[in-house]
């Protein structure tokens, strides 16, 4: 059985890390978003004029963390109910 609270912890501080991550690289090195769309998507897109700042920060953060929780919710709760 899966402690779904720990997971839940566990999940939203991973997810806070690399989302950080992720932003502070594309702050840092901004061609990150082309090259990444361009050698990871096989894409390649006018990506427009970056936007970062505190609250797109916060925003982004916020978001993706309430996705990890909806996902790994499901998945503590699948993985509890579905018998081997």
Not at 5 to 14: F, G, R
């Amino acid at each position: 059985m899966v402690n779904t609270q720990h997971l839940l912890k566990v999940s939203a501080a991973w997810i806070s890390i690399v989302y950080t991550a992720c932003f502070a690289g594309a702050a840092l090195f901004s061609g990150i978003r082309t090259g990444f769309m361009m050698y990871a998507l096989h894409m390649n897109v006018n990506m427009g004029v970056n936007v970062l700042t505190a609250g797109t920060f916060l925003s982004g953060l916020v978001i993706w963390n309430v996705i990890t929780f909806l996902a790994v919710w499901l998945f503590a709760v699948l993985f509890n109910r579905i018998k081997k």
